[in-house]
């Protein structure tokens, strides 16, 4: 079923493509067994060595795997997620990714998780989230990974595989991170009364809430964490233009900061109304980007 290599592209790579590609396509169920060693060998008309090599990077991809003895041969594995993360942190230790560019991802998709899991958390749900906080406070050193698990169980509620996938890829991506900078007791301590106050908003399905102390938990980690690498942190007030579309009164304006960013300066404020847009304050500290289509200021 494979073609031999007539493109010029170098042997093990295009053995490598041809049988991924034909996993990934489904013609290779999880557990279908592949031709023997000998007929990839004639089908794709290589060496042994190349077609070793290709074996070896599809296996190291966790797309095959090799068995030995009586039944053994070269199967389809069944790719799951611990198998892709591994492979996003290889790819990913190659491109010095600091703290801040975690912090980053985190600061903009945490929150929106947290959000979203406001409206499906039950009181189940919740004993739940207690009981791993209350690990991460009385645990330590091992509730690095449990404080982790609480980002991950709220990440669940998005019921969307790409988002689950990149909070377990966060997940390890912090794992190794603690056990290199070894962050003080205290430091699980902060960790375990932030969870608390999230889980305290999940109680009273406050939408609002639970994102602020979610964006506020992730900055203050990523702080200590940069510090403690000795890197620069990850500044939130560079976005603060960035923001989702919420309602407020009678119109959808662009929430652009809360009680816990900085302030604008007064001459990106003035700025902003010489462009006819306006800063103002809704609800509880909430700063919202007001477009006014008229001359008059907003109420």
Same mark, same amino acid.
């Given at each position: 079923?494979?073609?031999?290599?007539?493109? /010029?592209?170098?042997?093990?790579? $295009?053995?490598?493509?041809?049988?991924?590609?034909?996993?990934?396509?489904?013609?290779?169920?999880?557990? !279908?067994?592949?031709?023997?060693?000998?007929?990839?060998?004639?089908?794709?008309?290589?060496?042994?060595?190349?077609?070793?090599?290709?074996?070896?990077?599809?296996? %190291?991809?966790?797309?095959?795997?090799?068995?030995? %003895?009586? /039944?053994?041969?070269?199967?389809?594995?069944?790719?799951?997620?611990?198998?892709?993360?591994?492979?996003?942190?290889?790819?990913?230790?190659?491109?010095?990714?600091?703290?801040?560019?975690?912090?980053?991802?985190?600061?903009?998709?945490?929150?929106?998780?947290?959000?979203?899991?406001?409206?499906?958390?039950?009181?189940?749900?919740?004993?739940?989230?207690?009981?791993?906080?209350?690990?991460?406070? #009385?645990?330590?050193?091992?509730?690095?990974?449990? /404080?982790?698990?609480?980002?991950?169980?709220?990440?669940?509620?998005?019921? #969307?595989?790409?988002?689950?996938?990149?909070?377990?890829?966060?997940?390890?991506?912090?794992?190794?991170?603690?056990?290199?900078?070894?962050?003080?007791?205290?430091? $699980? !301590?902060?960790?375990?009364?932030?969870?608390?106050?999230?889980?305290?908003?999940?109680?009273?399905?406050?939408?609002?809430?639970?994102?602020?102390?979610?964006?506020?938990?992730?900055?203050?980690?990523?702080?200590?964490?940069?510090?403690?690498?000795?890197?620069?942190?990850?500044?939130?007030?560079?976005?603060?233009?960035? %923001?989702?579309?919420?309602?407020?009164?009678?119109?959808?304006?662009?929430?652009?900061?809360?009680?816990?960013?900085?302030?604008?300066?007064?001459?990106?404020?003035?700025?902003?109304? !010489?462009?006819?847009?306006?800063?103002?304050?809704?609800?509880? %500290?909430?700063? $919202?980007?007001?477009?006014?289509?008229?001359?008059?200021?907003?109420?």
């Amino acid at each position: 079923m494979f073609k031999p290599n007539e493109k /010029g592209h170098k042997v093990s790579h $295009y053995v490598v493509e041809q049988i991924r590609d034909a996993i990934l396509k489904g013609e290779f169920k999880p557990g !279908d067994r592949l031709a023997s060693e000998r007929e990839l060998i004639s089908q794709f008309q290589v060496s042994k060595a190349s077609m070793r090599e290709a074996l070896r990077v599809l296996e %190291g991809m966790g797309l095959i795997e090799t068995r030995k %003895g009586t /039944g053994g041969g070269i199967f389809a594995a069944e790719v799951n997620m611990n198998t892709t993360v591994h492979s996003l942190t290889n790819f990913l230790h190659f491109k010095n990714v600091s703290v801040a560019d975690i912090t980053a991802l985190r600061y903009f998709l945490e929150p929106r998780l947290a959000q979203i899991a406001v409206s499906k958390i039950t009181e189940n749900d919740i004993r739940i989230l207690e009981i791993m906080t209350n690990d991460e406070v #009385n645990a330590y050193p091992t509730k690095d990974q449990r /404080g982790i698990g609480f980002h991950y169980y709220i990440a669940r509620f998005s019921e #969307n595989p790409l988002l689950i996938l990149i909070m377990d890829f966060i997940e390890s991506l912090l794992a190794d991170l603690k056990i290199k900078l070894n962050p003080r007791p205290d430091f $699980y !301590d902060e960790v375990g009364h932030d969870h608390f106050k999230i889980i305290e908003c999940f109680r009273r399905k406050d939408v609002n809430g639970v994102r602020k102390e979610m964006a506020s938990h992730v900055l203050r980690v990523g702080d200590y964490l940069a510090k403690r690498a000795g890197s620069a942190p990850f500044d939130a007030s560079e976005f603060q233009l960035v %923001g989702p579309t919420v309602p407020t009164v009678d119109r959808e304006d662009q929430l652009i900061g809360s009680n816990h960013d900085r302030p604008l300066p007064l001459a990106a404020q003035k700025t902003l109304e !010489d462009l006819g847009l306006f800063l103002k304050h809704v609800g509880n %500290g909430d700063l $919202y980007l007001i477009q006014v289509k008229s001359n008059q200021q907003p109420e």
